[in-house]
C-alpha cells in the first residue's frame, strides 16, 4: 500500500541543462547559421559575377584610308571576287569507261598535253574494218585493171579480124562490152576505196575521241573523274555517270569581277586605275585597272558587273579569293593634296546620339566614345574627316545600348 509518506517524488533537478551543454549548443547553432549564410552569399555573388562577366559580342573594322597611289581620290569601293577568264571544264565527246588519268590537283600542263584515256576497243575494231574493206576495194582495183588489160587486146584483135572479114560483128561487140563492163568495174571499187577511207576517217576520228587533251596551257584545279568510271558528254546513267574530266585554269588571266551598285555606275570608267586588296593579304595593294563594264544591269541585285585587270600577276593571286577594290581618280584632288587623307568607316559604324555622330572604338577589349566628323558616302562606306586615324578599331555591330568604357567580346 502506497502512503504519503513512501510515495515517489519527483526530482526537477534532473531536468535542469547544465551550462556546458547550454554553450556547447549555442555553439552548434551558430556554426549552422554561418555555414547557412556562407551558402546564400555564394550564390548570390557567382549570379553576379556571371552578370558582369556577361560581355556583349560586337564585330569591328579597320578604318583605312581613303585615298590611293599619288593622292588619287578615292570615288568608290567595291568588294568581288578573282576569276579567271579562260577557265574549262574538260569532257570527253563521247561516253566511255576511263581506262587512264594521267595528272593531279596542281599539275601543270600545255595545249596538247594528254590528261586521260577511255576504252578504244570498239572504235578499233571499227577502224581495223574500214581498212580491211580499202584494202579488199584496192584488190579488186588491182584485179580488174590486170583483166581490162587483157580485155583490150583482145577487143584490138577482134577489130582487126572484123576489119579483115574474119570476125562476125557479134564477136566484136561482146569484146567492147567485157572491155567497158571491166572498166566500170574499176570505177566502182575505187568508189568503195574512196568510201572505205572515208570510214577510216570516221573511225579514227572514234578513236582519237578516247583520248582526252588539255586545249590551253594551265593548271589542273580539279580533279573529277578516275579509272574504271563512266563518263559522258551529257548527264547520262544518273549519280554514276561522269560529265566532265577535269577543271584547268590560265592563271595568266586571272581578273577581278565585282559588281558596282547602278546608283554609281557612273564613277566607273574603262581604263580607270582601281587600288585591289584580297581578304587573304590586308596589307598588300595590287595596282589594277578597269578592263571593260559589262553593259547589262542585274534587276534583282540592281547592279552592273564590272571586270578589272591586274596589271602585274602574282602567284598569290588564286581564283576565286575574295578581294576589295577602289576605284581612283584621275587627279589628284587639291583637298588630297592639302589637307590629311580621309578615313573610311562603314557606314553601320556611325550611330546618332542626340544630333552628334559618334563611333566605338575598341581599346583593350572596351569601348571608347568618340566623335566623328562626317564627309561624303563611298558606297557602303563613309569617309571620316576627323575625329579617327588610319588603323582604328570601331563597333560596325552591336547591342544598340552601347556605353563609353563597357567590356565588350569581339567576334572572330
Known sequence: MVTRENAPTHDLGSLRIHEGQRKSGKVGKGFAIFFGLLIVLSGVGAGVYALLESKPAVEVAVARKAVGPGNREALLNATGYVTPRQRATIAAKITGRVTGVFFDEGTHVHQGQLLATLDDADARRALETARADRDSAKAAIADYEVQLKNARILLHRTEELQKAGVEPQEQ????????????????????????????????QQAVDNCTIRAPFDGIVVSKDAQVGEMVSPISAGGGFTRTGIATIVDMNSNEIEVDVNEAYITRVKPGQQVTAILDAYPDWEIPSRVRTIIPSADRQKATVKVRISFLKLDPRILPDMG???????????????????????????????????????????????????????????????????VGDTVVVNGPPNLHDGESVQVKK
Open 323 to 389: 578581294i576589295k577594290v577602289t576605284f581612283l581618280g584621275d587627279e589628284p584632288s587639291e583637298r588630297n593634296v592639302a589637307t590629311a587623307p580621309a578615313i573610311l568607316i562603314p557606314q553601320n559604324a556611325v550611330r546618332d546620339d542626340g544630333g552628334k555622330k559618334v563611333v566605338f572604338l575598341i581599346k583593350a577589349d572596351k569601348t571608347e566614345r568618340r566623335a566623328v566628323t562626317l564627309g561624303g558616302n563611298r558606297g557602303t562606306d563613309v569617309e571620316v574627316i576627323s575625329g579617327l586615324v
Open 172 to 203: 566484136l561487140d561482146n569484146a567492147r562490152t567485157a572491155a567497158e563492163s571491166l572498166q566500170a568495174k574499176i570505177d566502182l571499187a575505187k568508189a568503195q576505196a574512196i568510201a572505205a577511207e572515208a570510214r577510216i576517217g570516221e573511225a
